[in-house]
T-cell receptor, first 111, second 113 residues
Framework: GESVGLHLPTLSVQEGDNSIINCAYSNSASDYFIWYKQESGKGPQFIID?????DKRQGQRVTVLLNKTVKHLSLQIAATQPGDSAVYFCAETTNDYKLSFGAGTTVTVRA | DVKVTQSSRYLVKRTGEKVFLECVQD?????MFWYRQDPGLGLRLIYFSYDVKMKEKGDIPEGYSVSREKKERFSLILESASTNQTSMYLC????????????FGPGTRLTVT
């Protein structure tokens, strides 16, 4: 079946550096791609989304890049802070109310 | 702030028991969702509801049912709990027009023994 997956289960980043979290997807019919952040003991929190007709979208300290040619999605976090330590999930949807989540990447920020 | 609350943070039940998980949201969201989260598998959709008394199956509905009698409340029911339903259960809600921007509750860690 089709799935959304992340390249690496863990990522360790020095505080102040930029983080790049990658995600591969296989459903070329997906309309939206979304990133969620889940801190320890909490539910996931929406970060940013990007439509399939875009290749880049910027938010506050975050940028999402979409490469439809290779079915790749990435989340870039600028100047990573300790509060960015969390599990990051990518998700995709074909506009049918259902989100398909990847397995998640655990980001650890080193002081 | 959007608030999604779940009735319990931790729950321990025995095999065969009927289990009710309750979720309440205070943002007048049309959509509500139930997911389970297991290590290495991400979040998997069990059921969702886009209106009162309306429900749709997600990817893993077997062994579960849901109820939505009021807009703000969405219940997940395990008719006869089994050990393979031990998991973290997450409730979420969203506006109809932005269904992919979901607000999650803190989760209920259910253990079935």
């Amino acid at each position: 079946g089709e799935s959304v997956g992340l390249h690496l289960p863990t990522l360790s980043v020095q505080e102040g550096d930029n983080s790049i979290i990658n995600c591969a997807y296989s459903n070329s019919a997906s309309d939206y791609f979304i990133w969620y952040k889940q801190e320890s003991g909490k539910g996931p929190q929406f970060i940013i989304d990007i439509r399939s007709n875009m290749d880049k979208r910027q938010g506050q300290r975050v940028t999402v890049l979409l490469n439809k040619t290779v079915k790749h999605l990435s989340l870039q976090i600028a100047a990573t802070q300790p509060g960015d330590s969390a599990v990051y999930f990518c998700a995709e949807t074909t506009n049918d109310y259902k989100l398909s989540f990847g397995a998640g990447t655990t980001v650890t920020v080193r002081a | 702030d959007v608030k999604v609350t779940q009735s319990s943070r931790y729950l321990v039940k025995r095999t065969g028991e009927k289990v009710f998980l309750e979720c309440v949201q205070d943002m007048d969201h049309e959509n509500m969702f139930w997911y389970r989260q297991d290590p290495g598998l991400g979040l998997r959709l069990i059921y969702f509801s886009y209106d009162v008394k309306m429900k749709e199956k997600g990817d893993i509905p077997e062994g579960y049912s849901v109820s939505r009698e009021k807009k703000e409340r969405f219940s997940l029911i395990l008719e006869s709990a089994s050990t393979n339903q031990t998991s973290m259960y997450l409730c979420a809600s969203s506006f109809a027009s932005f269904f992919y921007e979901q607000y999650f509750g803190p989760g209920t860690r259910l253990t079935v023994t």
